[in-house]
Structures are given as C-alpha cells and as structure tokens.
C-alpha cells in the first residue's frame, strides 16, 4: 500500500475516495482496497485468537473504511463489533458490504473519532489500520490532533484493554513515544521486512498496547 497516496488526503477528498468506492460496490461488488492487504486482518485475528480474547468482547475498528476487517472477525466468530468512520460513504460502503455478506453482529456509526460521542466508550479491543498515521498527516495541528487521539483512545478503551496499531508512517520507538501516556507495549506484531543498501527494515509496524 502506498501511504503517500493514500494517506494525504483532505476531509472532502475522503469523502470523495469512499463516494467513488460506494459506486463501484454498487456496480460491481468490489468492496474497495484492504488497507495493509489481507496479511493484516489475519495477524489482528491471529493475536486476538492466540490471547483467547472472547469472542463477545466489544471490539471497535477505528477508521473503519469499507468494513471488511470486521466482516473476517465476523467470520472468525466474534460477535461485538463496533465500526466507525467519520464519511458518511465509508459508513454506506461498510453497510452495504455488511448486507452482501449477510452479518448482523456488526454496528456501524459515523463518528469523528476524535470527538466521540458518550455512547462510544467501554471497549476491551480497539484497532487501528491506518487511521493515525492519516491524521498525522493532517496539515492543520496534526501534533494537537495526534494527542487528542491518545484522550479520544483512552475514554473509550476499558482499563487493561488492549490497543491494536498498524501503521506504514510510524517506527515502534516512535509510537511507544506518542502512547507513553496512558500505554504500555505488550508486543510487536510481526511484518513484512525489506532490505535496501544492505539494511533489513520492515514497511509496516504493527504494535499491541494495553491501556494502565
């Protein structure tokens, strides 16, 4: 996935992008980009799996987009989940994805995740593919907006709730730094890795926190 593309986009050009996919759904049945590819999705569920997180565990998808990380813990057997996204085409994309598979156990909700609503709260998983390193790229106050995510991550996540973090901007030791307050690392998930003048590196990192 290229972040650079992807990820610098204004509100309305947002819009636009999920307007466009919503169409091409509806034309035809192509649900759009899977943010990170498949290998993501199952890393999330293989973690959650390995833990034993119960499957009636509330879990919301921060930035939700077209929905399908929810639809495959659907299919994995979870049976709390919660989707948001702050367009309203991501949110009829997800829908209208959601119908096609024939899933009921999945709630979706436009949001601004940084300014949630007071029902949004009492989660013991929260995941996030992309959606934090598209606010870091905000060029209106993205330090202010980077820090009202770590208060938005902290009101609606339970206390020792855990926090799943995929992102292509970030490094580990700069994550651990925007989530210091607050977090504490667990794990480092593992990821793809490539090697550029003889170093090793990863395009990806992917992080669990628990909430203190």
């Given at each position: 996935?290229?972040?650079?593309?992807?990820?610098?986009?204004?509100?309305?050009?947002?819009?636009?992008?999920?307007?466009?996919?919503?169409?091409?759904?509806?034309?035809?049945?192509?649900?759009?980009?899977?943010?990170?590819g498949e290998e993501s999705m199952v890393r999330i569920i293989r973690w959650l799996e390995k833990q034993k997180v119960p499957h009636d565990s509330p879990v919301l998808d921060i930035g939700t987009g077209n929905g399908v990380l929810l639809i495959?813990?659907?299919?994995?057997?979870?049976?709390?989940?919660?989707?948001?996204?702050?367009?309203?085409?991501?949110?009829?994309?997800?829908?209208?994805?959601?119908?096609?598979e024939g899933i009921s156990d999945?709630?979706?909700?436009?949001?601004?995740?940084?300014?949630?609503?007071?029902?949004?709260?009492?989660?013991?998983?929260?995941?996030?593919?992309?959606?934090?390193?598209?606010?870091s790229l905000n060029p209106d106050n993205a330090v202010a907006k980077r820090k009202q995510y770590v208060r938005s991550l902290c009101s609606v996540l339970k206390p020792e709730g855990f926090f799943l973090i995929t992102s292509?901007?970030?490094?580990?030791?700069?994550?651990?730094?925007?989530?210091?307050?607050?977090?504490?690392?667990?794990e480092e998930l593992p990821t793809p890795k490539f090697c550029f003048g003889g170093r090793i590196g990863n395009s990806v990192t992917a992080l669990v926190f628990q909430r203190k």
């Open positions: 996935i290229n972040c650079s593309i992807l990820f610098f986009r204004s509100d309305s050009s947002w819009d636009a992008a999920y307007e466009r996919e919503l169409q091409t759904f509806q034309d035809i049945g192509d649900a759009g980009e899977i943010w990170f495959e813990l659907a299919k994995s057997g979870y049976t709390n989940l919660t989707g948001i996204d702050y367009s309203p085409s991501a949110i009829q994309l997800s829908e209208k994805v959601r119908e096609k999945i709630k979706l909700k436009v949001e601004d995740f940084l300014a949630p609503s007071a029902e949004l709260s009492g989660f013991e998983i929260c995941i996030d593919k992309g959606t934090f390193d598209a606010i292509c901007n970030w490094t580990k030791e700069e994550l651990l730094n925007e989530f210091r307050e607050g977090f504490e690392i667990l």
